[in-house]
């Protein structure tokens, strides 16, 4: 999944055949073909969620922060999502946060970005939106994925160390 | 996005969490993951029905306490765990 998602970040960062060497080459395709790999990260980077009783009270008590945190994954934005979860909510409850919009509000997510980025590449006035939309999604992406990983990684070997 | 359509879908997520994860406990065996998986995937189903019909409704109270967020889920899900069983029962009849 990383490798699908690097491949394509890689290839954009190469690309740029319209207007500077710097600028992604997007369309349609590469969005379709990136949605579903975006799904799986997502859903790898915080899988399935199971909260406890004080964090859904906390999200319930804080419904505008929820909202926040969403809206940044609805922009494509996940690093932002996630820095703000841990930022407002704390380590604990901003991961069972994300977690829960991930479980639950996934689908919408990638439904919006995908709708929002096809409708601007199709329209050839906001086609550099459209770019950075899905060059921010992406992006986010595999950053929060990174860092997930350097998590797991540093988790491991603090486990090792002890045993 | 409207604050109270959250915390509505909160309770409905909250709810049906709860419910299909007991009966997910109740159904571990290693020898039936596959139908396990089944099962769960049509109680998901069915939930979803049941909460787009107008069976079962939660409203984003304001509550005191945490307890009493918890009491409200619990009573939600046994009335959810109710309707499921009433479901079963009459396709079973069938």
Sequence with gaps: ?163 | MKKNDVKRKLLLDSIKETVITSIGKSLEDPNKIKKRTDILIALDKEVNIIFSSDAFIVEPIDFETKDEFERYILEKSNELRLILIEKINKNNDK
């Design chain 1, 1 to 163: 999944m990383s490798t699908l998602g690097r491949k394509s970040r890689d290839k954009h960062e190469s690309g740029g055949s319209d207007s500077s060497e710097n600028d992604p080459k997007l369309s349609k395709e590469n969005i379709d073909q990136i949605l579903p790999v975006l799904k799986e990260v997502i859903k790898a980077v915080y899988p399935a969620a199971s909260m406890s009783i004080e964090a859904a009270y906390f999200l319930y008590q804080n419904a505008d922060d929820l909202i926040k945190i969403y809206q940044y994954i609805q922009h494509g934005d996940t690093n932002g999502a996630i820095k703000t979860a841990i930022k407002i909510m704390g380590k604990e409850i901003g991961e069972q946060a994300l977690g829960y919009i991930c479980t639950y509000y996934t689908e919408d997510s990638v439904e919006a970005i995908s709708s929002s980025a096809t409708a601007s590449i199709s329209n050839v006035e906001n086609r550099e939106t459209a770019k950075k939309i899905t060059q921010g999604t992406i992006n986010g992406v595999i950053e929060a994925m990174n860092e997930k990983i350097i998590d797991k990684s540093a988790e491991r070997l603090e486990n090792n160390e002890k045993e």
